[in-house]
């Protein structure tokens, strides 16, 4: 059984990182993954010899949170395994969403007449406890956050928006309207100084 969950478990993330491989900027699925990976990573550094269980939830976010701390822990305890409740033999690994926070801001300007890029910034604080299975003891409690910043372009927040978790599907900064209103005032400009230009010689 335990073996089945494995499989399964590996499963899931090599669908994930298949289907996010592409030329574009990754999905915020991914983003999510990743970043609470390398937060994960860069604060458990020492080599466990025991197993790990970790108590999934049912949510969606959460599960996006689970995949990127398995991967973080990685290589960190002897086999890593998702579980439905408390296991007697290992850590049980709990962790609680704290704070959430993604969404679009003005990034920088491509040019001329090109509009600006989207800034995607993603903020997160985790609670993570790790308590013995022979005994419940708590074993390690952490809170860490998880960032991630990266700019795309308007055209790709179609493509890295989820479909299915409202939270990674935030609305991008400014209207269809201001899009073309600021290139539209700038050509109105230069073309208003070139009239007064040539009208006063």
């Known amino acids: 059984m335990r073996k089945n969950r494995l499989f399964a478990f590996s499963g899931c993330l090599l669908a994930l990182s298949i289907s996010t491989a592409s030329a574009g900027p990754i999905s915020n699925e991914q983003v999510v993954i990743n970043a609470t990976a390398r937060a994960v990573d860069s604060v458990y550094t020492r080599v466990t010899p025991q197993d790990l269980n970790i108590?999934?939830?049912s949510g969606s976010l959460d599960k996006l949170v689970l995949?990127?701390?398995?991967?973080?822990m990685r290589g960190k305890f002897d086999r890593i395994m998702l579980a439905q409740g408390p296991e007697s033999?290992?850590?049980n690994l709990y962790f609680d969403v704290l704070g959430f926070d993604l969404g679009y801001r003005m990034g920088s300007s491509r040019g001329f007449l090109r509009g600006r890029k989207i800034r995607r910034e993603l903020?997160?604080?985790l609670r993570i406890n790790i308590r013995d299975g022979r005994d419940g003891a708590l074993r390690e409690?952490?809170?860490l956050g998880v960032s991630y910043v990266d700019e795309i372009d308007r055209?790709?927040?179609s493509f890295v928006n989820s479909r299915k978790i409202p939270e990674l599907a935030p609305e991008p900064p400014g209207s269809s309207w201001s899009r073309y209103a600021e290139p539209s005032l700038v050509v109105a400009s230069v073309g208003a100084l070139v009239y007064l230009f040539f009208a006063n010689r």
């Open 155 to 157: 055209s790709d927040i």
């Open 141 to 143: 409690t952490k809170n």
């Open 89 to 91: 033999s290992g850590y």
């Open 67 to 72: 995949y990127g701390i398995s991967e973080g």
């Open 123 to 125: 903020q997160c604080e």
């Open 55 to 57: 108590i999934s939830d």
